[in-house]
T-cell receptor, first 111, second 118 residues
Framework: RKEVEQDPGPFNVPEGATVAFNCTYSNSASQSFFWYRQDCRKEPKLLMSVYSSGNEDGRFTAQLNRASQYISLLIRDSKLSDSATYLCVVKGNQAGTALIFGKGTTLSVSS | GAVVSQHPSRVICKSGTSVKIECRSLDFQATTMFWYRQFPKQSLMLMATSNEGSKATYEQGVEKDKFLINHASLTLSTLTVTSAHPEDSSFYIC??????????????FGPGTRLTVT
């Protein structure tokens, strides 16, 4: 089983749509969780951290369910500029541990 | 914010040659740097963890004699792909961990190096 698994995608949605991405992780000891965004041929950029209480940043809402080892990202009112690959990322609980990336889900928003 | 640079951004080399990629933390000190590789339509895969002043820790399946890592200072780590072959063509990305640590921004990514081996 892969450490981080995501919806295969791609997601093709019209502008203004709401889209949700799901992710599961296998290591129950994981302590930190993130969503990254990666544009084509670029490095990944942190979109937001994910907290157990759930957190929202504008049109983006992230949720974490530790019991089921499940992470989600909801994007409301999709914009053309949201088109990218969204990476689910987890990190262990030790200093200096690397980030473990999911394969990513590609989102394409069209007008 | 913290900046990590990589050089070169793109390199094309012939099979059998060696290529060195530099990763620098420009405005912070990094005791730990990570090297990732990303093939087309695949996720970033951790290759190795580089600690300043000590040997790198390689992930399973990554040949340490082929991918030489040196982390000689708190701001520089290098990855040398030795005797490169076409299957080594990939996007190589480094990230650096701020010495002070903590918070979601504790790792900062470089812009990546696209290696093409002909």
């Amino acid at each position: 089983r892969k450490e981080v698994e995501q919806d295969p995608g791609p997601f093709n949605v019209p502008e203004g749509a709401t889209v949700a991405f799901n992710c599961t992780y296998s290591n129950s000891a994981s302590q930190s969780f993130f969503w990254y965004r990666q544009d084509c041929r670029k490095e990944p950029k942190l979109l937001m951290s994910v907290y157990s209480s759930g957190n929202e940043d504008g049109r983006f809402t992230a949720q974490l369910n530790r019991a089921s080892q499940y992470i989600s990202l909801l994007i409301r009112d999709s914009k053309l500029s949201d088109s990218a690959t969204y990476l689910c990322v987890v990190k262990g609980n030790q200093a200096g541990t690397a980030l473990i990336f999911g394969k990513g889900t590609t989102l394409s928003v069209s007008s | 914010g913290a900046v990590v640079s990589q050089h070169p951004s793109r390199v094309i080399c012939k099979s059998g040659t060696s290529v060195k990629i530099e990763c620098r933390s420009l405005d912070f000190q990094a005791t730990t740097m990570f090297w990732y590789r990303q093939f087309p339509k695949q996720s970033l895969m951790l290759m190795a963890t580089s600690n300043e002043g000590s040997k790198a820790t390689y992930e399973q399946g990554v040949e340490k004699d082929k991918f030489l890592i040196n982390h000689a200072s708190l701001t520089l780590s290098t990855l040398t792909v030795t005797s490169a072959h076409p299957e080594d063509s990939s996007f190589y990305i480094c990230s650096a961990r701020d010495l002070k640590g903590g918070g979601p921004y504790e790792q900062y990514f470089g812009p990546g190096t696209r290696l093409t081996v002909t």
